[in-house]
């Protein structure tokens, strides 16, 4: 997706009230609180994604909740905690979560509870530097969203080729549980979101 055309993406967002949100919460607004609060917004828009199959009955179970589990990369490997409930927090809420599990995973204090349940997964390979890249699924979860870097990149705005910011990303899922049309229906959802915040509002 292309976040720069409309005038109030994350980007701008972010830009206009990082210092007002930095001195309420005493906490960055970063990019992450974002699109954890988008994929929170397109789960409950596609319960399928948010499913799972139960391993003793073989039936999908749709979960009315969502909890996000977030890669993070620790000097002694990857670790994944989750956030939970996130459909009812705000990006402030998702913030102080999301340090306070860093800061947990950095200092080797996560329990296993910490890491147990999540029921979708967010891995941000872009901090890396990463173009694109497909992750793999973190069962029994039915799907992982991939995020890659932020790159200037040609685009055709109103017939004319410019320069704006651009990131992939992708989406792996579980073909018993999620069909194209629904994997295609979350992703524009989270890009509906990226690319303007106020559809969260709006409940669009």
Same mark, same amino acid.
């Given at each position: 997706?292309?976040?720069?055309?409309?005038?109030?993406?994350?980007?701008?967002?972010?830009?206009?009230?990082?210092?007002?949100?930095?001195?309420?919460?005493?906490?960055?607004?970063?990019?992450?609180?974002?699109?954890?609060?988008?994929?929170?917004?397109?789960?409950?828009?596609?319960?399928?994604?948010?499913?799972?199959?139960?391993?003793?009955?073989?039936?999908?179970?749709?979960?009315?909740?969502?909890?996000?589990?977030?890669?993070?990369?620790?000097?002694?490997?990857?670790?994944?905690?989750?956030? &939970?409930? !996130?459909?009812?927090?705000?990006?402030?809420?998702?913030?102080?979560? +999301?340090?306070?599990?860093? $800061?947990?995973? /950095?200092?080797?204090?996560?329990?296993?509870?910490?890491?147990?349940?999540?029921?979708?997964?967010?891995?941000?390979?872009?901090?890396?530097?990463?173009?694109?890249?497909?992750?793999?699924?973190?069962?029994?979860?039915?799907?992982?969203?991939?995020?890659?870097?932020?790159?200037?990149?040609?685009?055709?705005?109103?017939?004319?080729?410019?320069?704006?910011?651009?990131?992939?990303?992708?989406?792996?899922?579980?073909? &018993?549980? !999620?069909?194209?049309?629904?994997?295609?229906?979350?992703?524009?959802? +989270?890009?509906?979101?990226? $690319?303007?915040? /106020?559809?969260?509002?709006?409940?669009?």
């Amino acid at each position: 997706f292309s976040p720069v055309p409309h005038p109030l993406n994350i980007q701008e967002m972010r830009k206009l009230h990082k210092d007002a949100f930095l001195k309420r919460h005493n906490i960055k607004l970063g990019f992450m609180s974002a699109f954890v609060k988008a994929s929170a917004h397109a789960l409950m828009d596609q319960p399928s994604v948010n499913g799972v199959i139960d391993d003793t009955t073989k039936e999908i179970v749709y979960r009315d909740y969502v909890d996000i589990s977030v890669a993070v990369a620790t000097p002694k490997g990857l670790v994944v905690p989750v956030i &939970r409930n !996130v459909e009812t927090m705000n990006f402030a809420d998702i913030e102080k979560t +999301i340090n306070g599990l860093g $800061e947990k995973a /950095r200092n080797n204090s996560l329990a296993v509870e910490d890491m147990d349940g999540g029921t979708f997964t967010i891995s941000n390979g872009g901090v890396f530097g990463s173009m694109f890249g497909t992750p793999i699924i973190n069962p029994p979860q039915s799907a992982i969203l991939g995020m890659h870097g932020i790159f200037d990149r040609p685009v055709a705005i109103g017939g004319k080729v410019e320069i704006r910011p651009m990131m992939y990303v992708a989406l792996t899922y579980d073909h &018993r549980l !999620v069909d194209g049309r629904e994997a295609v229906t979350f992703l524009r959802k +989270i890009k509906s979101v990226v $690319e303007d915040p /106020r559809v969260l509002l709006l409940d669009m």
